[in-house]
C-alpha cells in the first residue's frame, strides 16, 4: 500500500469513524450474534494472494461490525463503561504510525519522557504528592501484579534469587484484600507462587467496606502464627458495588505492621480530580502504590493503566535486568529505562493518548464530565428508590447503581429469576447493556455510567426499559 | 469534539501520516535529543481548560516528534525491527474507535473470535499442526511468563492453591535455556517465584546453540540430586546471532523427562512461512508451547505477541477464575473467554491487525518479503566477509549480521573500544541505527534486517557508514 493508496484508505476510514462515533446509538449495544457465527462466516485459511483494503474492509463490516459490542454505545451501563474519546483514537492512530517501542529511553525518548510527563499531571490532579512515581501499564491486573510483585520483593529477601521453594525457603505469607476486591488480586497471588490460599479475603460492612478491625485481627493473628504479611489491597470503587474501603486507617494498620499497602482505584480513582470527591481519597497519599485506570473513566480506549508507586526501587529491584544487548550509553546519563520497571519489555507509546485527552478536555472538563455522571447516577438512584417494586441495594458513592426489583407480590425466593429475565430482557431490546452481581447471595442488576456520549436521555431510557420489563408478561 | 471536527483533525492527520510513512528517511532514525529535552519542553501541569487539536498538535511537532527513534526508518537496524505497514496502521485507528474490550465473548464476539481465526491462519501458514490452540498477549515476555506459569502448573501440583512456599512446600525447581536466551526467562522465573536460582543456562556451541547433551546432563544431575525439572526453553533465533538450538533433540529430551517444552521464536517464528526453511524448525510441533510476535517482522506495531499450545487447557488451570459480575449466560454454550487463558482480565482488538496484514498481504506477499531481508542478510555478511578489516562473527540464519571490525592492525585488547566507536559513528549520521551484543566477551556490531521498507540501497548504505567510520581518525 503506497502512500496514496493509504491516503484513500484513511480518508475513507476518517469518514466512516466519524460517522460511527456520532450514530453509534443505530447499533444493538450487544451484538444479535451466536457463538460460531464470526468464526464460520470467515475463510479456513489466509489467502495465497494479497486482498484490497476495500475488499478486507467490506468483510469488517459484513462479519465483524454485526458481531461488536458497542462499547462506545450511550447506552453502554454494563461492568465499567470505557470511553473511546475522538482526540484518544486520533493519538491511537498516531501511536500506531510512529510505532515507537519504548522499551529504553533510547529507543523513544518522546514516549519515555512524556509517559512521566502525562502520568505527572494526573498525579498532580488527582492531589497525589510527588513522591509518587508513574508507570504505564496496560491494564489493572498488571498494575496491582507488580504492586503485589514488588510488596514480595520487600516482604521476603532474597525472593528474587532464591525464589518461595528454594534453599532459603520462606514459609508462609499472606496478602490481604475486601470480599468485595477484584479477582485481578487473586490472580497475582496466585502467578506469584504465594498460592490462592495465602490470599485472606477480609468481611465487610453493611456498605461493602472493609472492616477494618478485622484486618488488624486477621494481621496480628497471622503474626502470631508465623505468617508473614506481605501486603494488603484496599479498594476505593469496589468491582460490585463500588464501595470504599476505609483507606485511612488501613494506613495505620499497614504502617503499624510495615506492610505494602497498594490501593486499587482503577476505576474510582480519577473522582479525585474532583475537590469535593477527596474525602473519599483520604489516607491513600500514604499508600505504597496506587492504580487508577485512565481507559476506563478518563476518555482513552483500552489499554491504559498508571500505576503509582512511591518505592519505585522496589520495584525496579524485583525487575530490573540488562542483557549486553540492551545496554545503552544513556543509562549513566540517569534515564529511565521503561523496561526496568515491568515485566514486559516491548511498550507502546500509550502516553500520547493520555497527553492529549488532559489536554484537549483540560481539568475542568474531566471534572464536569465525571461530575455528570455521578448525578446522573445519583437520578436513577432516586427513580428506583421512589419505585414501590425496585429497591437501591448498595450506596451509590460514584456512577454505578446496584438495584433490583423487589415488588411484595413475588415471593423473595423468586427474586432472583425474576431480575435475571428482567436483565435479559433490557438487554435484548439492543438498547442498553446492563451487568449484574451478586450482593450478599442475591441476584443484583448493576448500572454504571461513564461512557462520555452518556446524557440523561439514556439513563431515563434504561430506567423506562427497566420499569417496563418488570410489566412484562413472564 | 464533534463528528465534523473529529473527520476535519483526522483527514489531516491522515495526509500527515501518509507523509511520515513515506517520507520516513527525512528524519534522523535515531533523534538528537538529550534526557530531559522531552520534558524540559512541556509544561508542568494539565492545563485547566481544553485545548485544541490543532495545539496539542503543534506541540507533537515541536517537542515529541524530534525526540521519536524512528522504527520506521529503513535505516532501523538496531535489536529486531519492527513494521507497522499501512493496513496495520489503518486496523489499529479503527480498533482504538471501536474499543472493544474482548474479556468475554459477551464483551466482543467479533475480537474473540476473530482472534481464533487470525491465530488459527497463521498457525497453519506456519506449518504447525491444529493440536495448537492460540492466543494474543501484547509482548513475548508474556508469552513466556504465561508459558512458564502453565509448566509450572502441570509440573508442582497444588501450586495454584497452596503456592511454593505453603504448607506443601514444593522443594527445589529448575528451568532451563541455553546460554543466548531471552532475559524475558529471567524475568518470567524471577516472577513466578522459582527464583533466578532455579534457572539454568545450558553451554552452547561455536554457533551459539544450545548444546543438548549439556541439557541432558543438566537434568539428570538435578533429578538425582531431587530438583524437579520444571521446563526448558528453547529458542529459534536466539536475541544476540539469531542462532537456532536443535529443537529435535531437546524435544526427545523434554519427552523422555516429561518436561514442558517452550519454544522461543518470537523473532524468527514468521520464517516457518516459507517452505525452503522449515528444515530449521524441525521438532517444534512438538512444544508444548510456541510463541512467535507479528510486532516484530509480520509488519504489525507493537503489540502483539501470538502464543500457541498444545495444553491450553493447564493455561486455563492455572489462570481462569471467575467472579459473580462476569458471569455469562454463553458460558454454557461453549464460548471462550479470552480472560480464563490470562492475567490480564483487560485485552483490546488485536487481531484485528494481524487479520488485515495476512489478508492485503496474502501468504505470498509476506514469504516475499521475509525471503529479501534474509537474502539482503546474506549479502551484508559477504560484504563484512569479503573486507580485509571486518569479520562475521556468526552464522547468518535470518536476516542479523554480527560482525565486526578486526584490523590486523590493531591490538586485540583494542577491538572492542575500536567497534564501540564505530558504531557511535554510525548511529551519529542518523542515517542508520545498529545495535550491538557481547560473544565470548568480545563487543560486536549487529545489524538486524526487518523492516518492510528496508531495500538493498539501505543495506549497501549501512555498509558504506560501517567502512567509512573505520577510516576516519579517532
Same mark, same amino acid.
Given at each position: 500500500?503506497?502512500?496514496?493508496?493509504?491516503?484513500?484508505? +484513511?480518508?475513507?476510514?476518517?469518514?466512516?469513524?466519524?460517522?460511527?462515533? +456520532?450514530?453509534?446509538?443505530?447499533?444493538?449495544?450487544?451484538?444479535?450474534?451466536?457463538?460460531?457465527?464470526?468464526?464460520?462466516?470467515?475463510?479456513?485459511?489466509?489467502?495465497?494472494? +494479497?486482498?484490497?483494503?476495500?475488499?478486507?474492509?467490506?468483510?469488517?463490516? =459484513?462479519?465483524?461490525?454485526?458481531?461488536?459490542?458497542?462499547?462506545?454505545?450511550?447506552?453502554?451501563?454494563?461492568?465499567?463503561?470505557?470511553?473511546?474519546?475522538?482526540?484518544?483514537?486520533?493519538?491511537?492512530?498516531?501511536?500506531?504510525?510512529?510505532?515507537?517501542?519504548?522499551?529504553?529511553?533510547?529507543?523513544?525518548?518522546?514516549?519515555?519522557?512524556? $509517559?512521566?510527563?502525562?502520568?505527572?499531571?494526573?498525579?498532580?490532579?488527582?492531589?497525589?504528592?510527588?513522591?509518587?512515581? +508513574?508507570?504505564?501499564?496496560?491494564?489493572?491486573?498488571?498494575?496491582?501484579?507488580?504492586?503485589?510483585?514488588?510488596?514480595?520483593?520487600?516482604?521476603?529477601? #532474597?525472593?528474587?534469587?532464591?525464589?518461595?521453594?528454594?534453599?532459603?525457603?520462606?514459609?508462609?505469607?499472606?496478602?490481604?484484600?475486601?470480599?468485595?476486591?477484584?479477582?485481578?488480586?487473586?490472580?497475582?497471588?496466585?502467578?506469584?507462587?504465594?498460592?490462592?490460599?495465602?490470599? =485472606?479475603?477480609?468481611?465487610?460492612?453493611?456498605?461493602? =467496606?472493609?472492616?477494618?478491625?478485622?484486618?488488624?485481627?486477621?494481621?496480628?493473628?497471622?503474626?502470631?502464627?508465623?505468617?508473614?504479611?506481605?501486603?494488603?489491597?484496599?479498594?476505593?470503587?469496589?468491582?460490585?458495588?463500588?464501595?470504599?474501603?476505609?483507606?485511612?486507617?488501613?494506613?495505620?494498620?499497614?504502617?503499624?505492621?510495615?506492610?505494602?499497602?497498594?490501593?486499587?482505584?482503577?476505576?474510582?480513582?480519577?473522582?479525585?480530580?474532583?475537590?469535593? =470527591?477527596?474525602?473519599?481519597?483520604?489516607?491513600?497519599?500514604?499508600?505504597?502504590?496506587?492504580?487508577?485506570?485512565?481507559?476506563?473513566?478518563?476518555?482513552?480506549?483500552?489499554?491504559?493503566?498508571?500505576?503509582?508507586?512511591?518505592?519505585?526501587?522496589?520495584?525496579?529491584?524485583?525487575?530490573?535486568?540488562?542483557?549486553?544487548?540492551?545496554?545503552?550509553?544513556? $543509562?549513566?546519563? #540517569?534515564?529511565?529505562?521503561?523496561?526496568?520497571? #515491568?515485566?514486559?519489555?516491548?511498550?507502546?507509546?500509550?502516553?500520547?493518548?493520555?497527553?492529549?485527552?488532559?489536554?484537549?478536555?483540560?481539568?475542568?472538563?474531566?471534572?464536569?464530565?465525571?461530575?455528570?455522571?455521578?448525578?446522573?447516577?445519583?437520578?436513577?438512584?432516586?427513580?428506583?428508590?421512589?419505585?414501590?417494586?425496585?429497591?437501591?441495594?448498595?450506596?451509590?458513592?460514584?456512577?454505578?447503581?446496584?438495584?433490583?426489583?423487589?415488588?411484595?407480590?413475588?415471593?423473595?425466593? $423468586?427474586?432472583?429469576?425474576?431480575?435475571?429475565?428482567?436483565?435479559?430482557?433490557?438487554?435484548?431490546?439492543?438498547?442498553?447493556?446492563?451487568?449484574?452481581?451478586?450482593?450478599?447471595?442475591?441476584?443484583?442488576?448493576?448500572?454504571?455510567?461513564?461512557?462520555?456520549?452518556?446524557?440523561?436521555?439514556?439513563?431515563?431510557?434504561?430506567?423506562?426499559?427497566?420499569?417496563?420489563?418488570?410489566?412484562?408478561?413472564?
Amino acid at each position: 500500500m503506497n502512500a496514496d493508496d493509504f491516503a484513500r484508505h +484513511g480518508h475513507q476510514l476518517v469518514d466512516w469513524i466519524a460517522e460511527y462515533l +456520532g450514530h453509534s446509538e443505530r447499533y444493538p449495544v450487544l451484538p444479535r450474534v451466536a457463538p460460531g457465527d464470526v468464526r464460520k462466516a470467515l475463510p479456513a485459511a489466509a489467502p495465497e494472494q +494479497g486482498e484490497s483494503f476495500d475488499e478486507i474492509f467490506r468483510d469488517f463490516e =459484513r462479519v465483524l461490525l454485526p458481531a461488536l459490542t458497542h462499547w462506545n454505545h450511550p447506552g453502554f451501563f454494563a461492568y465499567f463503561a470505557s470511553t473511546g474519546s475522538a482526540p484518544a483514537v486520533l493519538a491511537e492512530f498516531l501511536a500506531a504510525a510512529l510505532n515507537q517501542q519504548a522499551m529504553l529511553w533510547r529507543t523513544s525518548p518522546a514516549a519515555t519522557e512524556l $509517559e512521566e510527563v502525562a502520568l505527572g499531571w494526573l498525579r498532580d490532579l488527582a492531589g497525589l504528592p510527588s513522591a509518587f512515581e +508513574g508507570v504505564i501499564y496496560d491494564t489493572a491486573s498488571m498494575s496491582t501484579l507488580h504492586a503485589l510483585a514488588a510488596a514480595r520483593e520487600a516482604a521476603v529477601p #532474597g525472593v528474587r534469587q532464591y525464589g518461595l521453594a528454594g534453599r532459603r525457603g520462606t514459609g508462609a505469607v499472606r496478602v490481604y484484600c475486601s470480599e468485595q476486591a477484584h479477582t485481578s488480586v487473586d490472580k497475582a497471588v496466585i502467578l506469584l507462587g504465594l498460592g490462592h490460599e495465602s490470599l =485472606r479475603r477480609i468481611a465487610v460492612d453493611e456498605e461493602f =467496606r472493609m472492616r477494618d478491625s478485622v484486618l488488624r485481627e486477621a494481621i496480628e493473628d497471622d503474626l502470631a502464627n508465623g505468617i508473614k504479611p506481605v501486603a494488603v489491597v484496599a479498594t476505593i470503587g469496589t468491582t460490585s458495588t463500588t464501595s470504599v474501603d476505609p483507606i485511612a486507617r488501613i494506613a495505620d494498620i499497614c504502617t503499624a505492621h510495615d506492610v505494602w499497602l497498594h490501593v486499587d482505584a482503577a476505576y474510582a480513582g480519577v473522582t479525585a480530580l474532583l475537590p469535593e =470527591r477527596r474525602p473519599a481519597f483520604a489516607g491513600w497519599e500514604r499508600a505504597d502504590s496506587i492504580v487508577m485506570n485512565p481507559h476506563k473513566w478518563l476518555f482513552v480506549p483500552v489499554d491504559l493503566s498508571a500505576f503509582y508507586c512511591r518505592r519505585m526501587d522496589v520495584v525496579r529491584a524485583a525487575f530490573a535486568l540488562v542483557p549486553d544487548f540492551l545496554a545503552t550509553p544513556e $543509562e549513566s546519563r #540517569g534515564v529511565r529505562n521503561l523496561m526496568d520497571t #515491568g515485566i514486559q519489555l516491548g511498550r507502546r507509546f500509550r502516553a500520547l493518548k493520555l497527553w492529549m485527552v488532559l489536554r484537549h478536555f483540560g481539568a475542568a472538563g474531566i471534572r464536569q464530565t465525571l461530575a455528570e455522571h455521578m448525578r446522573l447516577a445519583q437520578l436513577f438512584a432516586s427513580w428506583v428508590a421512589a419505585h414501590p417494586d425496585f429497591e437501591v441495594v448498595a450506596p451509590v458513592p460514584f456512577s454505578v447503581v446496584c438495584f433490583r426489583a423487589a415488588p411484595s407480590t413475588v415471593p423473595v425466593g $423468586e427474586l432472583d429469576a425474576l431480575n435475571e429475565r428482567l436483565l435479559e430482557a433490557v438487554n435484548t431490546t439492543g438498547e442498553v447493556f446492563l451487568s449484574h452481581t451478586r450482593l450478599r447471595g442475591v441476584f443484583v442488576l448493576r448500572l454504571a455510567i461513564g461512557h462520555m456520549r452518556t446524557g440523561e436521555s439514556h439513563v431515563a431510557r434504561a430506567w423506562a426499559l427497566v420499569t417496563a420489563a418488570l410489566g412484562q408478561p413472564t
